[in-house]
């Protein structure tokens, strides 16, 4: 796990991402110190049932297998 403090936001984390998610790493990268993450986590939330129940075909299209996620929608 690779942890990271966004205390600058001007900072190249290239290296930080790429040990986090790179060949090696166990994709997990954890980021601290985000200004208004509460409301940005908050807003962010109300929005997981409109997700959620849209259509399959739509759902679909969003999709990245490219990215090696095994999340799927429900």
């Known amino acids: 796990m690779v942890f990271v403090a966004s205390g600058d936001k001007n ?4 290296m930080k991402i790429e040990q986090g998610f790179g060949p090696n790493g166990l994709g997990i990268l954890s980021v601290t110190d985000v200004p208004g993450f509460s ?3 908050q807003n962010l939330l109300h929005l997981a049932p409109r997700l ?3 259509p399959e075909d ?5 999709e990245d297998h490219h990215s090696r996620s095994d999340s799927t929608f429900p």
């Not at 900072?11 to 290239?14: N, P, Q, R």
């Not at 739509?58 to 969003?62: F, N, Y």
């Open 52 to 54: 959620a129940n849209l």
């Open 58 to 62: 739509v759902k679909k299209d969003l």
């Open 39 to 41: 409301s940005l986590r």
């Open 11 to 14: 900072a190249d984390l290239s």
